[in-house]
């Protein structure tokens, strides 16, 4: 490891399984101080003794406004300033159309949606100039899946929320990234799915092309690799010194060696939007 994020506070959501713990494993070993939450406490202290290093649990709901600003007087009682934010806690169900209920959208929104916003918003007076946000989308979130439309179209939203704020955040020189991963086996994925053949079925049809063997390279498309993300045009405007913003090809937003994600199950884009 370089130790490149020394010095470094770092905050992860929904950081106690899947990609948001091996995000915050990986900023550790390179010498970040890492911020982690997670709903329950028990799921929070086992994380962060996987963690190790300089690592901080704060337990929280991101869907909770008055849990993020306790997640924020947490950073304040030892650092004055965040360096990343990895905007990481979701979730979802699946539920067809004709069965979407209430209490499953407004579920989904409030953590994808309304989570994703509050978060990166109460940290603006503590990012730094020149600070990365990166935020969690998915695959889900430009291509259809059956049963899954509340879940994709909350990720469209996030999607929507880096190529806003790039112009937002542009005289800071703030960077927004977003990560959209296919079908990555973790906790979650399974929690949402289940076991058996027909779960496996509807895996395989995800975008992304879940791959139900670890070490299988996952089929890409031209919006969908695994390290070296394709140069595309985002439909938004940008900054003064140019009419559009571009998804860069640039290194993924993470410590240098093995990213979080390989290794897993899926492809990941990663869409640089910074202006």
């Known amino acids: 490891m370089t130790g490149r994020f020394n010095n470094k506070v770092v905050v992860v959501t929904g950081g106690t399984s899947g990609i948001g713990l091996a995000t915050a494993k990986a900023f550790a070993a390179e010498g970040a101080s890492v911020f982690v939450t997670g709903r329950r406490q028990d799921a929070l202290d086992v994380a ?6 300089r690592v901080t649990g704060v337990q929280g709901d991101m869907a ?3 849990d ?3 997640l924020y007087d947490a950073v304040q009682q030892s650092h004055a300033q965040i360096d990343v934010i990895f905007a990481n806690a979701g979730g979802g169900t699946m539920l067809p159309l ?15 949606v309304k989570g994703t916003l509050f978060t990166v918003q109460k940290a603006l007076p503590l990012l730094k100039d020149g600070a990365a946000i990166i935020l969690t989308g998915s695959t889900a ?3 259809g899946t059956p049963a899954f439309s509340v879940y994709g179209a909350s990720k469209a939203a996030v999607r929507n929320f880096a190529r806003n704020w790039i112009l937002d955040l ?3 020189r703030i960077r927004v990234n977003t990560v959209s991963p296919g079908p990555i086996e973790t906790a979650g994925l399974n929690e ?3 076991g058996g053949d027909q779960a496996q079925g509807i895996k395989d049809s995800l975008p992304g092309r879940y791959a139900p063997d670890a070490s299988a390279s996952p089929r890409r498309s031209p919006r969908q690799c695994c390290s070296s993300p394709p140069m595309t045009r985002a439909s938004s405007t940008a900054s003064s010194s140019s009419s559009t913003a571009v998804t860069r090809r640039s290194d993924p937003p993470f410590p240098p060696g093995r990213p979080p994600w390989q290794g897993g199950r899926g492809a990941i884009l990663i869409e640089d939007t910074t202006s």
């Open 68 to 70: 993020i600003d306790r």
């Open 192 to 194: 949402v799915f289940g």
């Open 64 to 66: 909770k406004l008055a």
């Open 170 to 172: 542009k005289d800071r």
């Open 141 to 143: 979130g430009a291509s």
């Open 98 to 112: 004709g069965a979407i209920t209430e209490e499953q959208f407004d579920s989904t929104f409030d953590t994808n």
């Open 48 to 53: 962060v003794k996987q963690i190790g290093g």
